[in-house]
């Protein structure tokens, strides 16, 4: 139960921190990581939340990409598993950058007008310098039928996925 708690308060200041952050770039138009994307420029993140399960099976993770490298942390209700980096090559990142940019991800927030619990959710959030910035959230429970956002969203997950050689492999080896 603490472990609940805990990764609920993590979660609620990651949404805080969000929301400050973003006041002043807001925008409910598709959002676009453009512009000059030098190192320090962009911050991209993406997070998983997996379903309301005993911890033994329970893995969530974030991914934050920068110009220079990828960050990823595996955790099990807030408590850090797994915390590494890898680097990251300026054409890497704008191959990358490009293909974000291509899925026209717009603002949204997770949809779940069933009240139903204990399901898996995911954000993504950009935070490029120009006046574009975008938050999007999606959360699976009871097969409830997906968003067009929902579905890119689910495509950028891929792609940052994609910058973590064998993450689903690394995620496995922390239920050992």
């Not at 595996?74 to 797994?82: A, E, H, N, P, S």
């Not at 999007?136 to 994609?162: I, M, P, R, W």
Request: overall charge positive.
């Amino acid at each position: 139960m603490k472990h609940i708690f805990s990764s609920l308060a993590v979660f609620t200041l990651l949404l805080i921190a969000a929301q400050v952050a973003g006041c002043h770039h807001s925008t409910n138009s598709a959002a676009s990581v453009k512009g000059n994307t030098t190192a320090g420029n962009d911050t991209l993140i993406y997070g998983f939340r997996d379903a309301t399960t005993p911890p033994q099976y329970h893995r969530s993770y974030d991914i934050i990409v920068t110009a220079q490298q990828v960050k990823f942390s595996i955790m099990v209700y807030g408590d850090v598993l797994v915390k590494d980096s890898l680097p990251l090559t300026k054409q890497a990142f704008e191959t990358f950058a490009s293909s974000i940019n291509a899925l026209q991800i717009s603002n949204s927030t997770a949809d779940n007008p069933d009240n139903c619990v204990g399901g898996s959710s995911q954000y993504i959030s950009f935070y490029p310098r120009t006046d574009k910035w975008v938050k999007a959230s999606t959360y699976n429970c009871g097969g409830k039928e997906e968003s067009s956002n929902d579905k890119k969203v689910n495509a950028a997950a891929a792609l940052f996925s994609s910058l973590v050689p064998d993450l689903g492999k690394r995620i496995e080896a922390t239920r050992k």
